[in-house]
């Protein structure tokens, strides 16, 4: 589950911070204000992790 999220230099976030993020999240605003883009940072660090290789102990 993910419990927070930093961003930096992503989209139209300069630094931002998301923390304490429980099991079911709302991203409520305007248009234009960055919805999009949170749901979009959030997609690529599941994919990153999703993706990587799995390493197993020998």
């Known amino acids: ?25 709302a991203f409520v605003g305007e248009n234009g204000r960055g919805k999009t883009s949170l749901l979009e940072a959030i997609y690529f660090c599941c994919d990153a992790v999703l993706s990587a290789p799995i390493k197993h102990a020998n």
């Open 1 to 25: 589950m993910l419990t927070g999220l930093r961003l930096s230099q992503f989209r139209c976030y300069t630094e931002h911070t998301l923390t304490d993020l429980g099991p079911k999240v």
